[in-house]
C-alpha cells in the first residue's frame, strides 16, 4: 500500500468515527432531554463529548456546523409541549474536569482580555445544580411564559407548569424592575423531597425516580400542572438573557443580590473569590460539602464577575467564553454484575446485593451494590451479566439506579431469592409485615454472630482498636469467640502468629480489650447491637436511666415516654432484656469481665452533686464524650454551661488540644480539671469533698 491510500484511509475512518460518534451523542441527548430516560451516566457522555471535539480540533475538515459539539440541546423535540423561542439564546457551558483544565481557562480569559499572566480576576462561584434549565420572561414584573432550554434558540412551553413551581414568585417586588426580563435557573429537587417522592411513587405503583435530575425532568415536564404542582421542585435563578429599559448590576454578584431583592430564590452558596486559586479553593471546599448538601451538584460554576468583562469575552456557539463548569467526580458510572448474592447482616436480615466489576465512581471503588430486598430486584429486573448504572450520592450505601435492558446477554440468568441461609442452613423468613427477609438461625448463625461482634468491637461501640473485621471473622470461624463475653477471655498465645500479628500487635490488642472495660452505658448499650438502637437511641436511654437495672426494669410506657423512642423501639428493648442468654451474658460481662461506666447522668439533678451551681466551661476534645454530651451531663449535674471564661467561671473542663480558653482560665486563675479527673468525681458519686481538683498555680 502506498503513503496516499493509507493517508486517504486514515481520514476515512476519522469520518466514520466522527459520524459514529455524532449520532450516538445524538441519540443520547434525545434519551436525556425529550425522554428524561438517559441510557448512558453522564460521565460517559462527557467522554464521547471529549473524543468528538479532540478529532474535529485534529481534523477541522470534518468539524460540521450541526455538530452536537456545535449545539446546545437535542435538535429533535417532542410534541407535547408548544415550542417557545427565547428572546435571547441559552448558551451551555464548558465543562473542565481537572485543576488544569481551571487553569488554562483562566489564562485563555486573561489573554483575551489583554490581561497579563500576573493579574488576577475576581470570579463569582456557584454550584452546578444538576436539574434542568429554565428560562422564564417576567414583563412589568409579571411572569409571562417560561420554557426549558431545548436547543438553546427554542425550548418547550412549560409556563403553566413553572407557575406551581414558583407559587408566589411569580410577581417580583420592588424596584428597578425591567419592562421584559428573561431569568436563567435551573429547577431541581432536594434529596430529602425525592426520598419522599419515591416513596409515594412505590405506593401508588409508579417507577420511583433513579435521580434527582430524572425527578426534577419529569415532574417539570408533566401536561398536567396539577401533577408538577404535586411535585416538590425547587429553583434556583442564576443568570439573565433579555433584559429591556433597565440597566442590571454591574457584577455578576450583584445580579444574585437583585434576583433575591426581587424575591427570586438564589443559591446562598455562591462567593465571590480572586483568581483561579480562590476558585480551586472553592471546588474544594464544595466537594468536601458535597455530601452533606441537599441537593446534587454534578460541579461548581466559576464566573467572570464584571459583567462588561463578560461582555467582551462574548461566547462561542455552544457556550460563554466567561464561565467554566469545574466538574465533581462523577456520582454515577456504568459498569457489569459479576453475581447476585445475599448477606447476612448481624440481626439475621438478608439482603441481595449485586457483586460488580470494580468501577470509581464519586471518588472511590465499588465493587458492591445494595439490591434492598427481592420487590427491588423484581422493579429493576436485573440478573446476573447485566451491564447497570450505579450510584453512590452522599454517604449513602452504593445502589444500582437502572439495568440497561438492551444490553442484557442471552446469558443473563435470573435471581432465585433462598428459602434457606447460605451461612448456616436455617430457614428464612419474611418479618415486619413481609418487608424483610431474617435468617433464622440467631447466633447459630456464624454471619450473625460475626455481625454482632464486629458491631460489638467497633469505634462507636466498644472502640476496641486492632480488633477488626477480619480477625473477628477468623476467630469466629476458629471458634476462639462465640459471644462478646469471649472477647474479654481472649489470651495471648490465641493471637499470636496469626496474619499480621506479631508479639507487639497482640499486647497491644490485648491492651485495648483491657481499656475498653472502662466505657460509658451508652456506648455499652449501643455495642450490645439490640435492633433498632442506634447511637443516639442508646445516649437517650443513657441520659434517662441511671443504670442498667432501671433500664431493664422499665415499661413500655415509660420507654415509649422519651423522646424519639417509638413503640417498635421500646418494644425491641423489652424483648432483648426478657431473653435469658442476653441476661446472662450482660451480667457476665459486667460482673466476670469487669465492663464498667461512670453512672453518670444517673445523678437527679434536685439532688446536690459537685457541679451544682457551679459554672463551668468545655474546651478541647475528649476521648469518652462528644462536646455537646458533655454538656448535657454537666447540665444534668446542675451545672451552667457556658461559652467563654471569664472571672465569673467556676471551673473549665480541658479536654486534649485545648486552646486559648485553657490560656484564659490560667491568667484569670481559674480551676481546671482534666477528662480523667471528671470522671473520678462523676464516680465517686456523693464524696466530693475529696475533689481532685487541681488549681491551676500549681
Ligand atoms: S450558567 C451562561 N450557572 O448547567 C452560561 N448554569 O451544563 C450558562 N447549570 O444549561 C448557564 N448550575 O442548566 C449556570 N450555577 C449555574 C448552573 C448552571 C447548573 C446548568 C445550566 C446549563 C448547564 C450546562
Redesign the pocket.
Known sequence: MNARASAHDKDTQVLARIRALSITIEQHNYRYYVLDDPQLPDAQYDQLMHDLRSLEQRYPQYAFEHSPTQT?GPTTRSSAFAPLAHLEP????N?GFDDDDAEDFDRRVKARLNLEEEQTLDYLC????????VNVLFESGHMRHAAT?GDGKTGEDITHNMRTVLGEQFTLKGKNIPDRLEV?G?VFIRRSDLAKLNKQQIKNGAKPFANPRNAAAGSLRQIDPKITASRPLSV?F??AGAVENSELPEQQSQLLTQFAQWGLPV?NL?KQVSGIKGCLAYHAAMLGKRDGIDFDMDGV?Y?VNSREQQLALG?TAR??RW?L?HKFPAQEELTVVEAIEVQVGRTGAITPVARLKPVHVGGVIVSNATLHNQDEIERLNVRADDTVIVRRAGDVIPEVVKVLHDRRPSSAKAFDFPVRCPVCNSPIKLTEGGAIARCTGGLVCAAQRKGMLRHFVSRKAMDIDGLGEKLVDQLVDDEWITTPVDIYTLQYEQLIGRERMGEKSASNLLAAIEKSKSTTFARFLYALGIPLVGETTAQTLAQAYSSLEALQQADLESLEELEDIGPLVAQSLLDYFAEEGNQEMVQALINEQGIHWPEAAALPTSEETFFTGKTVVITGTFSEYGRSQLKTLLQSQGAKVTGSVSKKTDLVLVGENAGSKADKAEKLEVSTISEAQLAQILEQGDSYDALPVTDSES
Open positions: 446546545v441559552m448558551f451551555s457551558i465543562d456557584e454550584p452546578k445544580l444538576d436539574g434542568l434549565a432550554r436563567r435551573e434556583y442564576y443568570g443559591t455562591s460554576v464566573k461566547h457556550a460563554p464561565c463548569a
